[in-house]
């Protein structure tokens, strides 16, 4: 397994052979190593006695991250289509998805010793138990990437992932939920244009835990079993939850219980952070039928931004992943007709605390989008009144 540039041979349309070379292989390593910052912050602690350096997985994820990317920029290329095939199946990037999931096991585990046993007081607790739930949202990512295959082993690893900050629904309700409502008002995870945030996740997470259980207890009627059943993939998440996180109270007190909870929190706050990033205000059109037109990358904000990119296994190159939700993120391609977002998804994380300066900023790309007709928009119900008002322009008067 190399970890080195590989080149592909294939054919131009033209029948002329031509090759292509992964550039970006050894790089995706790095979406394996990100999660051991909260380890580094405790070597620098130890080594310095500072322990402002917990601090710091934070400071990297918000700051230096978003302003690599603007300093680097993007990269819009492509692997050719004649190559993903091939690029599909080679194991190696398989493996690093694969790899992932132990790490992050480690790294829960070995932070809250830290920071139950060495940390001195909650000034160093926080810091610590808050970089344990970011890294908890980046495994998120990596049970979201494995929970799309279908190999068992994968699917698996997956739930694994997701129990790591009990998030252990998520497969169900974004493959079968989200993938199948995405871009339209009746998607909890589909955020609405005027919507903060901070409304947002007071939709979407409510929203998330009960459309998954509707969804799995539908499948599990089908074949013939009870929803509170051993064969309930919600119930397994929760129960792979309960044992690690019940364990570590059992090991290192009831201490460690707040903690955990904040720690499970704040990963979910990440991810409804991305959520409602990745699909702010875009709208499928409604056939006369009442269903909705085919999923399209127009209805995906995109990102090319490259170090956020091999940092989070290209999971913001999302208007692709919904076009072939099952492709590895190694093949995921730039589309040029889905929108683009200003930064990567760290930058816009920051930038979705501040809604006002997130609407300043989101709101003309959406408009231009939509052609700056509000019918083609997801419009928060709320303020939908004070948006046509404020851009009249091509508006009709909603039905």
Not at 99 to 110: E, F, N, S, T, Y
Request: aromatic residues 10%.
């Amino acid at each position: 397994m190399s970890v080195g540039m590989k080149t592909y041979a294939y054919l131009l349309p033209d029948g002329q052979p031509a090759t292509y070379s992964d550039r970006w292989r050894w790089r995706w390593s790095l979406s394996v190593l990100l999660p051991l910052l909260p380890v580094l912050a405790i070597g620098l602690t130890e080594a310095s006695g500072h322990s402002a350096w917990l601090w710091m997985p934070l400071g990297v994820m918000y700051l230096v991250i978003p302003a690599l990317d603007w300093l680097i920029g993007e990269d819009r290329s492509n692997p050719p289509e004649a190559v993903v095939p091939e690029l599909e199946r080679e194991p190696f990037y398989r493996w690093l998805t694969y790899a992932a999931v132990p790490i992050h096991l480690g790294v829960l585990v070995g932070g809250f010793w830290y920071a139950m046993a060495r940390a001195e007081g909650p000034v160093e607790v926080l810091p610590l138990v808050l970089s344990l739930g970011f890294v908890g949202a980046l495994a998120i990512n990596v049970g979201h990437e494995l929970g799309h295959k279908r190999s068992e082993p994968e699917r698996t690893l997956a739930l694994v992932a997701l129990s790591i900050t009990g998030y252990g629904h998520f497969r169900i309700e974004h493959n079968l939920g989200h993938h199948a409502q995405v871009a339209t008002p009746e998607d909890s995870a589909s955020a609405r244009m005027g919507e903060s945030v901070y409304r947002f996740v007071r939709r979407e997470v409510p929203g998330a835990l009960s459309r998954s259980w509707r969804l799995e207890a539908a499948r599990l009627r089908r074949e013939g079993h009870g929803a509170f059943s051993l064969h309930n993939e919600i119930l397994q998440g929760l129960a792979m939850t309960l044992a690690v996180q019940a364990a570590l109270v059992a090991w290192l007190g009831w201490k460690a219980l707040p903690w955990l909870l904040l720690h499970n929190l704040w990963g979910w706050w990440q991810l409804t952070g991305v959520n409602y990033i990745e699909h702010y205000g875009l709208l499928r059109r409604k056939r006369p039928d009442g269903s909705y037109e085919r999923v399209l990358p127009r209805h995906s904000w995109n990102s090319n931004h490259l170090v956020s990119n091999v940092l989070l296994f290209h999971l913001q190159r999302h208007s692709d992943h919904h076009a072939h939700a099952e492709r590895h993120f190694q093949s995921l391609r730039h589309c040029g007709e889905a929108p683009q977002l200003p930064t990567g998804y760290m930058g816009m994380l920051l930038l979705s605390f501040f809604p006002r300066l997130y609407f300043r900023v989101m709101d003309p790309r959406l408009l231009a989008q939509a052609d700056g007709n509000l019918e083609r928009i997801n419009l928060e119900p709320r303020v939908r009144g004070r948006l046509e008002r404020r851009y009249a322009t091509g508006v009709s008067s909603p039905k």
